[in-house]
């Protein structure tokens, strides 16, 4: 009984396989190629956030310890916050995309006094400035702001809205308050100082306090004539980094 052996290949056959094989395997080298491209291109460009206004320590809120106080009727940033000058002037194109307030509780006796003075409910809202050039006491544009936002449901926490408002190198991330917000921290260290939209010599006696004007008219100016120290406006805003 015997057995044949198979057909050996044809030297054509053997070619062509070759060339098939050869072609498969570019293409996987190419797919992967595009995919590697592709990854490291996305990540080149992702967007990245940075926190304007946070520092490792933050101070406690005033309230409802004696003194309380509160900020009102006002548009104000913080000029050193112990750690950085200017911390919210922005450094790069990008998009605020989220701020947070840390609100103390007032009790229900402070509470009455400050919507008495400032009016209610306790609101706040973000403000997009930038000086104008060789000014003394230096003057601010409203260039952009954000929503209204109404405080009370938050008092007590550290709340985070989002936000979506379009800044630029240079510009100052402010805080506006139309009528009154305990995101404020006092007795603190020399090199705590805000800036507060108010004439010069106007700063401190409670009439002028209450009459006080937020800045809210797009593209108006505003004297920024007061600046106070040892004390710290209790926000932060998230910018994210146009890629």
Do not use: H
């Not at 080149?44 to 009102?72: E, M």
């Not at 979506?164 to 100082?193: K, Y």
Request: charge should be positive; proline fraction near 9%; glycine fraction near 10%.
């Amino acid at each position: 009984m015997s057995r044949s052996s198979p057909e050996a290949p044809s030297a054509n056959s053997q070619r062509r396989g070759a060339r098939l094989a050869a072609a498969a395997l570019a293409t996987g080298a190419l797919a992967l190629l595009g995919a590697l491209v592709a990854s490291g291109g996305a990540a080149a460009t992702a967007p990245t956030t940075i926190v304007l206004g946070q520092t490792g320590n933050p101070p406690s809120p005033s309230c409802p310890g004696l003194p309380c106080q509160a900020i009102g009727s006002v548009t104000g940033f913080q000029v050193n916050n112990g750690q950085l000058m200017l911390p919210f002037r922005v450094p790069r194109e990008g998009k605020i995309t989220a701020w947070t307030l840390s609100l103390s509780q007032p009790n229900p006796k402070q509470r009455s006094f400050f919507n008495a003075f400032f009016g209610t409910p306790p609101e706040a809202r973000l403000a997009i400035l930038r000086r104008v050039p060789q000014t003394s006491p230096p003057r601010y544009s409203l260039l952009r702001q954000g929503a209204v936002k109404v405080l009370s449901p938050y008092l007590g926490q550290t709340v985070r809205f989002g936000a979506s408002v379009l800044v630029e190198p240079g510009d100052i991330v402010a805080l506006t308050v139309p009528t009154w917000a305990p995101a404020f921290a006092q007795g603190l260290p020399a090199n705590n100082s805000w800036r507060a939209s108010r004439a010069a010599g106007r700063c401190t006696n409670a009439t002028d306090v209450r009459q006080g004007l937020p800045q809210t008219r797009i593209g108006r100016r505003a004297t920024y004539g007061c600046r106070y120290n040892t004390a710290r406006l209790l926000y932060t805003a998230d910018l994210t980094e146009n890629g």
